[in-house]
């Protein structure tokens, strides 16, 4: 039997131990060499894209030989005006990124020795990140499951009996519950979304996926609209879960971590924000199938060290030519909700 991706030492590309081993002065380069990739961390001015500029080696500050504009590595980016040390901020990449079932802000509080409201706005701005890698505007291709699952919703019974109403009639319940729709390239890309109904999957499915692909899905009646455009392969989940190959068990994998997720990390999490842990997720389930897939002989960089370069003001040529087939315009692509 093949041995699981995660139980591979492929999988351990991020470590807490080697990034706190190697100190402040190589957490400093590597956010130099995440920030410019393009000139192996050699400074560019983000203002002109002046590759010559100064050092100010007491202040990690540079200045740019032709605009004299002053800028440091993380100038523009989700970790402008930061206070802790690069090994910390690179350790919270680590853990958050490390961690496939989430992890609490206490919990990463108390990792990195910073305040609750320290590691709330870090983890945001690392979620928001992710989200931007996640949600490129670029179709899913090949073989994709898509599926839904319910969340939330969950009305807690009263105490007495006698003051207990019927949870199971439409009247009782909050509307809150919220489906989190997944498309997920078999071996590929993972898109997340969340609606108010399964049936909004079906839009979804005509924005998000590439005309050539073929789609797996179950037995519910509304996938049936996918049949006019796409060869289809259906599983009726109350007979099999997988007969043939046919089977949407890539997609439940994801509802199965989320779910875990939700009850053992966050324990709660209100409908406006349920993309909150869904979009990363999505993130970091492609950056495992990438990793696992990574040519041999390519870079040993880490595909989740990216993170750290994304967020405003970074334009990477290299990402921007990753992108160029299947590119939808940037206006249609789908709003989170
Ligand atoms: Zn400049």
């Known amino acids: 039997m093949a041995q699981h991706f995660l139980l591979s030492a492929a999988s351990r590309s991020l470590s807490l131990r080697k990034i706190y081993k190697a100190g402040e002065e190589a957490a400093y380069k590597t956010f130099c060499e995440m920030r410019w990739p393009e000139t192996d961390g050699e400074a560019v001015c983000p203002r002109c894209g002046c590759c010559e500029t100064y050092g100010i080696t007491t202040r990690r500050k540079f200045k740019c030989k032709a605009c004299h504009h002053q800028f440091s590595v993380t100038s523009g980016t989700i970790f402008a ?45 690392l979620r928001e990140a992710m989200a931007q890698e996640v949600h490129t505007g670029e179709v899913l291709d090949g073989h994709v499951e898509i599926d839904g699952a319910y969340f ?48 909004e999957g079906v839009e979804l499915a005509k924005e998000n996926i590439d005309r050539m692909a073929s789609i797996s899905a179950d037995e519910a009646s509304h996938w049936d609209l996918l049949h006019a455009a796409w060869p289809m392969e259906r599983i009726n989940h109350s007979v099999a879960y997988s007969v043939d190959g046919a089977c949407t068990n890539q997609a439940e994998s994801d509802f199965s971590r989320l779910r875990r997720m939700v009850m053992g990390q966050h324990h709660h999490v209100s409908p406006q924000y349920l993309c909150t842990p869904t979009t990363p997720h999505g993130w970091k389930t492609t950056a495992a199938f990438r990793t696992a897939n990574r040519p041999a002989r390519s870079s040993p960089t880490p595909w989740a060290r990216r993170l750290a370069g994304t967020g405003k003001g970074i334009g990477s040529g290299r990402r921007d030519a990753e992108r160029t087939e299947n590119k939808r315009p940037i206006d249609s692509r789908p709003a989170l909700t």
């Open 81 to 125: 005006s930061r206070k802790m040390d690069f090994v910390d901020q690179l350790a919270a990449i680590c853990i958050i990124v490390n961690a496939s079932k989430g992890v609490s802000m206490v919990q990463l509080s108390r990792d990195l020795d910073c305040q609750y409201k320290t590691a709330f706005v870090l983890a945001h701005k």
């Open 152 to 199: 939330d919703g969950h009305i807690r019974p009263e105490n007495r009996k006698e003051d207990r109403k019927d949870r199971r009639l439409k009247e009782n319940q909050t509307g809150q519950r919220r489906v989190v729709i997944v498309m997920r390239e078999r071996k590929g890309r993972t898109l997340p979304f969340v609606s108010k109904q399964e049936p």
